[in-house]
């Protein structure tokens, strides 16, 4: 019994020393930035000089080794030359903003345990702040600023089968107010004139066509659906399937967005004309899993996590990487 | 390391209770503290994991939250396999111990791993499906151990100990993960590293303190060698053709069927009290809490008053809680009842059935019943769970409530009728 006894004080001392001692070092170094904490953002010139001239991008920079620049935003034209420029001290896990200024940023907190909506105005300075449920996934600001959709993961629990599954919450913010108006699962949902309700219902990607029209996906069972809603009715018709994340194109027409491939998470990026009805695929193969963004009347911009590309959005070309470790793109016209 | 000293001071406390003069009510052997000590420890290591890891994978992976959960939903079906086995196999070469240490390590190897190869996100989906194939492993074996090292008399509390401090181990884990997120910010390796520490102690525990071949305090001497034949599979199987083991599990079942599944009762209550989805988290840590409280008092009345009676009227305490599903205006305080009483369900039915089937359950075939029963009841919450779904996509909420109040109160009555006429064992 003593030799247990001593050999459980021997493993018990050997796990408290070499814990506290890493703990203790990784607390030391958790702030100190390294000095070459330069940004490693970079304009892709073949990139940039594939799409129209002129534009410009606001993006976030992803940096993993790096807490402190990860999330960052930056300001860059897309030139051949052009280089990146930091834009207000904000850190975002996803951005948005509108044509004026007027923005959405997700954010996690400093220790990662709660996450926040930040809105700000002109000069990306933040006004407002409200609590978000989950993982900042997408963001989006209504062109005149008065609302944005934001979508957020959360994550269950039970004690009986100890598993943990994902679903999401989506929510319209009032700007003004500075706080969520209301959740999209208060939507009163129709599909061809019949209520539609699904208890399973999942919302997400939510983006706004002008005033207060909105699209968005509704997820239920393996089928998702895509939604045209009213901020001021909180009315939802199902206008389409197989349509997630959906992005009007700034003349409203057409919407691009990412299409599951089977049933599993893997999605190919398209672009549906809601006129002729015409649905083609883009050129980027590679699944795709981000709210597409319209660089202009002809390109959509993305991500992959690590890169922002353009693509056309007419089916035609190639992918272009436009932005080397940068995501979330926003359009700056 | 205060974990270490506080661990300490439990298994101390065991022992001076298990060595001095009984208390009021019934004791609990050392080997259960040992056992509840072991779980603390290890749920402080995987829940501390657990409750960064999503946050991990997507915010310092850069992966997307959807395929982890995809990773959790294939290993739904694993499980209940590898738990079978996993109490067939202990009960055969009669190496609870044994087994369950398999289930501890493979977990312990997992933070190793995760601190090793953390940095890839393919890797981690392996090493959450090993991990939780280590925790499929060791339950039965586990909770076998707890009931051969308890007098039959007092199965309810033995377990009902366990429970709690299985509980405290699952809130203390996110806790000392904050901790350290607010001392060294974004270090996600400090994390892995400390979880693999208290691993190890639990597996350290286990190995140096449990008694792998416990003799129940009131055994004969002798008493544990009857039926030395290794039990085979077709005889681990025709336990469910024993009356009050059958008659138990399909109870169990009938109840467990009429349960709506927490994630839908949160998600019922956030529809009809309304809070901000911000406090999600908080009512898990509401119901747990009342649950650990609740644990040890409510094993010691189910030993003085009959098990079965309050594994009943924990199923009775669900009525409430879907009744406040039903009511429009409950607010707050409906809210702060239904919590309390899931809290208090679960400590009156999900250590006390444990104890119920192992006073029925022969020595050699304790792991396979309890993994048959485990097994079983999980399948029908599963099923309970897709049924309440299609009545709430079908008919609402109201409709879907209104229905599993019916079917709980019809599940009540077979449950009561049943059991009444299997009288309690007597070991």
Known sequence: MSARALAFAAIAAACAISGVAYVTVAALTADGTTSDARPRLVVDARGAAAVAAGSGLLVRAVDYDNPRLNGRLYETALRRDARPRPSGGLACERVHENAAGDGLCLAAERHGFDYEGVIYGPGRRPHTRFSIPGLPDRARVSPDGRYAGFTAFLSGHTYSAGVRSFSTHTAIVDMRAGKPLFSLDQLAVTRGGEPFERADANFWGVAFAGGDRFYATLGSGGDHYLLEARVSTRRARVIGDHIECPSPSPDGHRIAYKRRIGKQDRWRLHVLDLRSGRDVALAERRSIDDQPEWLDADTIVYSDDRNVYAVPADGSGRPHRLVARASSPVALR | ?427
């Open chain 2, 1 to 427: 390391m205060y974990q270490a000293e506080s661990s300490g001071a439990v298994l101390r406390g065991g022992r001076q209770r298990a060595a001095g003069a009984p208390r009021r009510g019934a004791r609990v052997s050392r080997n259960v503290v040992v056992l509840g000590t072991v779980s603390l420890l290890t749920d402080v290591s995987s829940e501390m994991v657990a409750a960064i890891l999503p946050i991990y994978l997507v915010f310092a992976l850069g992966a997307s939250p959807l395929q982890f959960g995809i990773v959790d939903g294939i290993y739904q079906g694993v499980s209940a396999l590898v738990r079978l086995a996993s109490g067939f196999v202990a009960d055969r070469w009669r190496r609870h111990k044994e087994v369950a240490a398999v289930g501890y390590g493979l977990s312990a190897a997992c933070k190793a791993a995760l601190v090793a190869i953390g940095g890839s996100v393919a890797a981690i989906g392996g090493i959450v499906l090993v991990d939780r194939t280590g925790k499929g492993i060791r339950t039965a074996p586990r909770d076998a151990l707890i009931a051969l090292s308890s007098a039959p008399a007092a199965l309810a509390t033995a377990f009902g100990v366990h429970r709690a401090m299985d509980t405290a181990g699952a809130m203390l884990g996110p806790l000392a993960a904050f901790g350290l997120l607010l001392l060294a910010p974004a270090r996600f390796d400090a994390i892995f590293v400390v979880s693999l520490c208290f691993a190890v102690l639990g597996l350290a525990v286990l190995l140096l303190f449990a008694d792998g071949r416990p003799r129940r305090p009131d055994a004969q001497p002798g008493a544990g060698r009857d039926g030395a034949a290794r039990p085979t599979i077709r005889e681990a199987i025709a336990l469910l053709a024993e009356p009050r083991f059958r008659t138990l599990v399909v109870a169990a079942g009938v109840l467990a069927i009429a349960t709506i599944s927490d994630g839908f009762v949160y998600l019922g209550l956030q529809r009809t009290v309304g809070f901000s989805l911000t406090a999600f988290p908080l009512l898990f840590v509401g119901s747990a809490a009342v649950y650990m409280a609740l644990a040890i008092p409510v094993g010691r009345l189910a030993d003085r008053v009959g098990r079965r009676l309050v594994f009943v009227a924990g199923y009775a305490l669900l009525l409430p809680v879907y009744t406040v599903l039903l009511l429009p205006s409950a607010g707050i305080p409906g809210l702060v009842l239904a919590l309390c009483a899931l809290g208090a369900y679960y400590a009156a039915t999900d250590g006390v059935l444990q104890a119920i089937a192992s006073a029925l359950l022969p020595d050699s075939l304790r792991a396979s019943g309890l993994a048959l029963l485990v097994t079983a009841t999980s399948l029908a919450k599963l099923a309970s769970s897709v049924v309440f779904g299609l009545v709430w996509t079908l008919g609402g909420l109201e409709v879907a409530a209104t229905t599993f109040v019916a079917a709980l109160s019809a599940a009540l009555l077979v449950a009561t009728a049943v059991l009444r006429r299997s009288p309690e064992a007597v070991a």
